[in-house]
């Protein structure tokens, strides 16, 4: 098993249909190896900031992406989005929503919490699947980061 910190891409997602299907995309470029994924807003931000079951972990250091839902239990992705670029250590991760929501005060509130991208799902398996191998192909290879 890796460690929590080697892992790239922080997939936050409770629909494990749309899980399966991102982790099937990222896999066939390589990519899926380096996921970790969580499937509700209160883990993802345990996660982000070592917080409970990943205390003492430095879960963002190699972090490149994290793939957000909106509609996740416990805690929303805007809530979510909003924590962790309200906070100088993880605001400079990118984060991209993954979401079905086409809703305008959606789309307005994360990109007033400084979201890196937008982008509604697909219904088409083909299309997903090609929206996502490219979400990671960009953000984890041709994406030049800041310095944390």
């Known amino acids: 098993m890796q460690f929590v ?4 891409i922080l997939l936050v997602e409770d629909n494990q249909s749309d899980v ?6 990222l896999s066939k470029h390589n990519l899926a190896n380096k996921v970790y994924v969580v499937g509700d807003g209160a883990e993802a931000l345990d996660f982000i900031f070592g917080r409970n079951k990943y205390a003492g972990a430095e ?3 190699n972090l490149k992406l994290i793939l957000l839902d909106l509609k996740l239990p416990k805690i929303d992705g805007i809530e979510v989005l909003r924590e962790m670029k ?4 993880t605001r400079k991760i990118p984060v991209v929503i993954l979401t079905s929501s086409r809703e305008d005060r959606d789309i307005e509130k994360c990109y007033k919490y400084g979201v890196n991208s937008y982008i509604v799902k697909p219904v088409n ?3 997903f699947a090609e929206a996502v191998a490219n979400l990671g192909m960009y953000w984890l290879i041709l994406n030049e980061p800041p310095v944390r």
């Open 5 to 8: 910190n080697d892992f790239e």
């Open 20 to 25: 399966k299907l991102t982790l099937r995309a």
């Open 59 to 61: 879960n963002t250091n």
């Open 86 to 89: 309200n906070n100088e250590e």
């Open 125 to 127: 398996f083909e299309q």
